[in-house]
């Protein structure tokens, strides 16, 4: 199975010698990269959140195999689903999908399903690959997509993860990808989306869920950054770091109607 670049020229520069030049100048020379478990990184378009997305990706070693989680913005296709074969096409070529891992996912899931349909129209997953692709050119990935529903299920997906990890222990990274508030006024959105990151620190999923199901947490991505928080507790992380933060606001000027963005790392 092979996937298209369908985002490219719309997310990010689809001509590959704009696109290396953009990420080349965002990312951060002398910077020591540090070995992370997890991250948490935006999927907006690189005109307003880059900043953000090279902020992380410029702190953290790639290895070698990624997971990605994302959310399902569409909803098509099952609550949880996995592309689970072939490769991945950006402007700087192919990822391939790293079959090996994705079979493993599925054996130890009870709710994760083989799905492409839901893949093919969602963004989130293939804005992260120029990036990933321009560090660590060799990268596999297994992308997964996410929506709401229960406890039981991210408990179950995290355990997947968990014991993915204890098996390839240094040559992966658990990625989840989340934008934060929203369309609300600037220093409302920044203030909420304080208070969102302090959760984030601590790696409390359930005070997470708590506010999201009172409405005090706007957050697209919200399940993955769940599931990965719990597999990556599960496999000794005590604690997140904020990494950058910032507003469509500062780019744009306007002010009104903003959306955060948030990188973290999970240690």
């Known amino acids: 199975m092979f996937r298209q670049a369908k985002f490219a020229g719309d997310f990010y520069p ?9 990420i080349r100048n965002l990312l951060q020379e002398g910077i020591p990269r540090e070995r992370v478990m997890g991250a948490i990184v935006p999927h907006a378009g690189y005109l307003f ?7 992380v990706y410029s702190r953290i070693e790639i290895p070698s195999k990624v997971v990605l989680l994302g959310p399902n913005h569409k909803g098509e296709g099952p609550l949880s689903s996995i592309w689970d074969k072939g490769s991945w096409a950006t402007p700087l070529g ?5 079959e090996e891992i994705a079979d493993a996912l599925l054996s130890y899931s009870r709710f994760l399903e083989v799905d492409t349909r839901s893949h093919a129209e969602e963004y989130s997953l293939e804005v992260q690959l120029p990036f990933l692709q ?3 050119p060799r990268i596999e990935i297994v992308p997964v997509l996410l929506s709401p529903s229960d406890y039981e299920v991210y408990q179950d997906l995290a355990d997947a993860l968990s014991n ?11 990625l989840a990808t989340t934008d934060f508030t929203k369309y609300q006024p600037q220093e409302e959105a920044v203030h909420n ?3 969102t990151m302090e959760i984030f620190e601590r790696l409390d999923d359930l005070l997470l869920l708590e506010r999201m199901e009172h409405h005090q947490i706007d957050m697209c991505g919200y399940v993955p950054v769940v599931v990965n928080i719990l597999a990556c507790k599960a496999l000794g992380a005590t604690r997140g770091e904020v990494v950058s933060y910032a507003t469509s606001g500062e780019v744009t000027g306007y002010y009104d109607e903003v959306v955060g963005y948030g990188g973290i790392i999970i240690k």
């Open 49 to 55: 959140a880059g900043k953000v997305y090279a902020d």
């Open 94 to 98: 192919k990822v391939k999908v790293n």
């Open 134 to 136: 321009h560090i660590n």
């Open 193 to 195: 989306d304080s208070l």
């Open 14 to 22: 689809s001509d590959v010698f704009t696109l290396q030049d953009f």
């Open 164 to 174: 993915i990890g204890k098996e390839w222990e240094e040559n992966i990274l658990f």
